[in-house]
């Protein structure tokens, strides 16, 4: 990952081989892959997100921190920060155009 860009509601990250995610932070609160939200991972260690986050579309991220070389961890506005999301997770929701 190269950068991550933050937008009003959205943000676009940009990866080492230029490709780009784009993805809305209510997208990305309700993707919250961590146990809490419902988050589940397969036997192949793919992590989904949860199902019981309801969509906030006034949600914001507040700030975030690089986990190691494989993900990223958002700060939400409503005070959730427990989702580590992994790049390849990120590269897998991105919104469709
Ligand atoms: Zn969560």
């Known amino acids: 990952m190269k950068t ?12 080492d081989n230029e490709s780009e995610t784009i993805i809305s932070y209510a997208d990305l609160r309700k993707l919250c892959p961590c146990a809490m939200c419902g988050g589940e991972s397969d036997v192949l260690g793919n992590v989904y997100g949860g ?29 959730h920060k427990d989702g580590i999301y992994t790049f390849d997770f990120l590269k897998k929701h991105q919104k469709q155009n």
């Open 51 to 79: 199902t019981s986050v309801a969509l906030n579309k006034e949600i914001k991220i507040l700030k975030y921190n690089r986990i190691g070389h494989y993900g990223v961890q958002f700060y939400f506005s409503d005070g």
């Open 4 to 15: 991550i860009k933050f937008f009003s509601d959205i943000l676009i990250i940009t990866w």
